[in-house]
């Protein structure tokens, strides 16, 4: 027997497919579950403010490898000459890795500066103290007199610059005691009368071959000998002189490739047409020669008569617009000139700051403002290229712009001894023989640098 209960059959029936809806669309976005611990009205609010970093802790040294931490004492020392000198307070091996920083780049001003220069150098051995002395030939003076004359470590030099006394054989003695360091030299500056008076120790070691060279003078140029053999490797001249001794030039540096010059604009005839003779020999008797700079002082602006109008190009052309012009003489006497490879600038960067353009280390000086103008700085020959390009082009915005940068840079030297460097081919004005450092006995004056 079958029993069917209506009531449950009536409860249990589906309702038909066409009245079924649609099953909601499942969002892809992930939600979150509410929670009792967060209010689901209002989203949580998230702060902006960046966290700053914790301090390093002296432990983080004790961590790094030994190689890091030199590297990094190394660039330190490299961006601040000051920190280079805290750096060799700490320690004997924090003064170790830091020289290499401080040699670089090194300018001798006075006597007084060339004995702590030499003593990284050398080495100073202490006798035994069981060692007993029975003959003169073992005396103390003369068991450390040997061991002196050993490297204490190889600290390269790449750029060196005297402005010492010439009278002092003791100076050049002591200099002929680091020239195993000089193997790594590059840049070499110093007047005439120094090179005359170091040339023996500087033949001696075979392994020093600057590469530039500048001869300054300190109001006077004086002939050098161009022949030395280690000035075969020489490339980049800054000249003061175009004589020499025994019948040398200029051309008789083999390796020679740029050249600069600097003279007064205000010039005779005569002197101007001996300067531009001078520069005609060097060019003829040099093959190799790429480029010959030079650089005319004190020409000034002016305003020239008529000027043509505006171009398109964005330069400053009209009438009453200031523009460089030479002397008539000197553009009487350039316009007879057709090589390409005299340039001439009618304005001259210093030597000092050349020397500095040279080295290319901005802690040369000590004056962080003034190294960081100057680091980054274009040399000479780069403003003779820049000079040439806007003068075809007829740019005299360019133009001005390059001669307010130099009278900038110029402006900016604040040192008296730095201010005596001259590279002028001729004597300069109220010069006075022995009254100058390079030509006295006594050692430079001790001033307020």
């Known amino acids: 027997m079958f029993s069917i209960d209506l009531f449950t059959l009536d409860h249990l029936e589906t309702p038909p497919t066409s009245e079924r809806g649609a099953p909601p669309r499942r969002s892809l976005t992930w939600q979150p579950s509410p929670s009792p611990l967060r209010h689901v009205s209002s989203p949580p609010q998230h702060s902006h403010t960046p966290l700053s970093p914790p301090p390093p802790s002296p432990a983080i040294w004790s961590r790094l490898p030994i190689e890091l931490v030199t590297q990094i004492l190394l660039y330190a020392a490299f961006a601040s000459r000051a920190d280079s000198h805290a750096f060799c307070l700490v320690s004997s091996a924090v003064r170790r890795a830091v020289l290499p920083a401080l040699y670089h780049n090194v300018l001798l001003r006075y006597a007084g500066q060339v004995g702590p220069f030499v003593s990284p150098f050398t080495a100073k051995s202490r006798p035994s103290p069981y060692q007993y002395y029975y003959s003169p030939s073992a005396s103390p003076r003369n068991h450390n007199t040997g061991d002196n004359a050993k490297l204490l470590a190889h600290i390269p ?50 392994h020093i071959r600057p590469r530039t060279l500048m001869l300054y003078h300190l109001g006077r140029p004086v002939p050098v000998h161009f022949g030395e053999p280690f000035l075969q490797d020489v490339t980049h001249l800054y000249t003061s002189t175009l004589t020499g001794f025994r019948g040398t030039s200029p051309a008789s540096l083999p390796a020679l490739t740029h050249l600069a010059l600097i003279t007064r604009a205000t010039q005779p005839q005569a002197v101007i047409d001996e300067v531009l003779a001078g520069a005609r020999r060097v060019l003829a008797t040099c093959p190799n020669l790429a480029i010959l700079v030079l650089a005319l002082d004190h020409v000034g602006l002016t305003v020239p008569s008529s000027t043509s109008g505006g171009n398109g190009n964005g330069t400053l052309q009209g009438p009453g617009a200031p523009a460089i012009i030479l002397p008539p003489p000197w553009c009487a006497a350039l316009a007879r000139q057709r090589d390409p490879r005299l340039h001439v600038l009618p304005f001259a960067l210093h030597p000092r700051l050349m020397w500095r353009g040279i080295v ?80 006295g006995e006594t050692d430079t004056p001790a001033v307020q640098w």
């Open 157 to 206: 030099i790449h750029a060196l610059a005297l402005a010492l006394p010439t009278k002092r054989p003791s100076l050049e003695a002591a200099l002929a005691r680091i020239a195993p360091a000089l193997a790594s030299l590059e840049h070499l500056a110093l007047t005439a009368p120094l090179l005359s008076a170091h040339a023996h120790w500087l033949r001696a070691a075979p």
């Open 360 to 439: 290319g280390d901005s802690a040369g000086s000590g004056d962080q403002d003034e190294d960081a103008a100057v680091g980054g700085a274009r040399d000479v020959f780069a403003y003779a290229q820049a000079w040439r390009e806007a003068q075809a082009c007829g740019a005299t915005t360019v133009m001005l712009r390059l001669a307010a940068e130099v009278a900038a840079r110029n402006d900016a030297l604040d040192s008296w001894k730095e201010d005596e460097w001259d590279l002028d081919l001729m004597t300069a004005p109220g010069y006075i023989h022995g009254r100058n450092a390079d030509e």
